[in-house]
């Protein structure tokens, strides 16, 4: 069955970097755009970053442009998140998303088909 995976979470400082990954399973990865969302307590899913299927266009939300960055390895049928500079809003729930094989990247969480469990990043000001 198909499965996403996050991985990377934990509790950081303000100002500091995490990596997260998502190893993808069950699925044609190498043609499928994929995304990162997250979610706080109290609040709705929220758009973080997409990607294309080659890597060769990714879109941000404005909160975390310049900050984060979104990249894949197909060989591995992983997507990553590199999050710097985090600050204290950026603490959520982290959730890895995969559209539909040959959809476009999208900033719309409803047009997501598969998701991960999710991976906690706290940031402590």
């Known amino acids: 069955q198909v499965q996403l995976v996050e991985s990377g979470g934990g509790l950081v400082q303000a100002g500091g970097s995490l990596r997260l990954s998502c190893a993808a399973s069950?699925?044609?990865?190498?043609?499928?755009?994929m995304g990162w969302f997250r979610q706080a307590p109290g609040k709705e899913r929220e758009f973080v970053a997409a990607?294309?299927?080659?890597?060769?266009?990714?879109y941000y939300a404005d909160s975390v442009k310049g900050r984060f960055t979104i990249s894949r390895d197909n060989a591995k049928k992983t997507v990553y998140l590199q999050m710097n500079n985090l600050k204290p809003e950026d603490t959520a729930v982290y959730l890895c998303?995969?559209?539909?094989?040959?959809?476009?990247?999208?900033?719309?969480?409803?047009?997501?088909?598969?998701w991960g469990q999710g991976t906690q990043v706290t940031v402590s000001s």
């Open positions: 998303a995969g559209r539909l094989d040959t959809a476009p990247p999208s900033r719309r969480f409803y047009e997501y088909r598969y």
């Open positions: 069950g699925l044609t990865f190498s043609s499928r755009a």
């Open positions: 990607i294309n299927w080659s890597g060769e266009n990714t």
